[in-house]
């Protein structure tokens, strides 16, 4: 059974960095996509950064570009969200998760596991 579990999320200044991670079990990272997404209120979930399962390479939506950084751990069976730079607007829950097929992995459509989120408040 595939299980994604978010943690590390709080409130932070802007300006300042903040690391999530995401335990994985039931699944291979190599045989997935992964994904990081997040949701603020009255907005629709949005693609951050992912790694494609089709080329292994990261891909980041322009609003996170060069702030944030996705990252595997495949001992741990962890994957990361690294922030930087946080601005008021990146207040939202943040969700990961892992889609067997991979059509575009910044897409949340095709995901088919989710971990439960976890909140992400920066304080301007």
């Known amino acids: 059974e595939v299980q994604l579990q978010a943690s590390g999320g709080g409130l932070v200044q802007a300006g300042g960095s903040m690391r999530l991670s995401c335990a994985a079990s039931g699944f291979i990272f190599d045989d997935y996509a992964i994904g990081w997404f997040r949701q603020a209120p009255g907005k629709k979930r949005e693609g951050l950064a992912c790694i494609s399962k089709n080329d292994g390479r990261p891909y980041y939506a322009p609003a996170v570009k060069g702030r944030f950084t996705i990252s595997i751990n495949n001992a741990k069976n962890t994957m990361f969200l690294q922030m930087n730079s946080l601005k008021a607007e990146d207040t939202a829950i943040y969700y990961c998760?892992?889609?067997?097929?991979?059509?575009?992995?910044?897409?949340?459509?095709?995901?088919?596991?989710w971990g439960q989120g976890t909140q992400v408040t920066v304080s301007s």
């Open positions: 998760a892992a889609a067997y097929e991979d059509y575009g992995c910044l897409s949340d459509f095709e995901y088919e596991y």
